[in-house]
């Protein structure tokens, strides 16, 4: 596996479920975000987390709560969304001391509430 | 005023002619700016990256930085039909944040 893995691609949930958003990065870099990206708006970041510490919370209703339990993986725990919550949720890494090398992205997860 | 700035388009250009994408910023500590290209249904990726005033090249792309006026754009040569993506404007401050435009829909006609 090489860059940045997201799973699943697709997800179908209801307003009542609760699901998680995982994220893997393979390039050794020490920071992760996870980003919305919904129609004809801008990507939005959401968190950011700094040599495993969450520094960002860009004003994030809690049904979204993030985990990154290592420098690899990140998570992003789902409950009780609301359809405006639809989106495409993208995970990125980057290594915090190389910036001009800019963010990975991962695929994506392409996420339907119902 | 928005952080990042694009024209959404759809920017429509020729086969073989080039194309002319625009950004500006208005964070002036901005440090280093980025490019991304976006096919529909796929996730964001690097294409060019800048911090200095000036030109950057890199095959058929350039990128240009003009900080006093806070403006970057990138130039696409010889169009290919394979270049229609939505491009994405994305700037770096000094937190290390990267803060996105909201993308210039790029279209390539045969």
């Known amino acids: 596996e090489t860059g940045v893995t997201q799973t699943p691609r697709h997800l179908v949930m209801g307003m009542t479920n609760k699901k998680s958003l995982k994220c893997e990065q393979h390039l050794g870099h020490n920071a992760m975000y996870w980003y919305k990206q919904s129609a004809k708006k801008p990507l939005e970041l959401m968190f950011v987390?700094?040599?495993?510490?969450?520094?960002e919370n860009n004003s994030v209703p809690s049904r979204f709560s993030p985990e990154c339990p290592n420098s690899s993986h990140l998570f992003l725990h789902l409950h009780t969304l609301q359809p405006e919550d639809s989106a495409l949720y993208l995970c990125?890494?980057?290594?915090?001391?190389?910036?001009?090398?800019?963010?990975?992205f991962g695929s994506g997860t392409r996420l339907t509430v119902v | 005023q928005k952080e990042v700035e694009q024209n959404s388009g759809p920017l429509s250009v020729p086969e073989g002619a080039i194309a002319s994408l625009n950004c500006t910023y208005s964070d002036r500590g901005s440090q280093s700016f980025f490019w991304y290209r976006q096919y529909s249904g796929k996730s964001p990726e690097l294409i060019m990256s800048i911090y200095s005033n000036g030109d950057k090249e890199d095959g058929r792309f350039t990128a240009q930085l003009n900080k006093a006026s806070q403006y970057v754009s990138l130039l696409i040569r010889d169009s290919q039909p394979s270049d229609s993506a939505t491009y994405l404007c994305a700037v770096m401050g000094g937190a290390q944040k990267l803060v996105f435009g909201q993308g210039t829909r790029l279209t390539i006609n045969p």
């Open positions: 990125a890494s980057s290594q915090l001391d190389a910036p001009i090398s800019g963010y990975t």
């Open positions: 987390y700094s040599l495993e510490e969450r520094v």
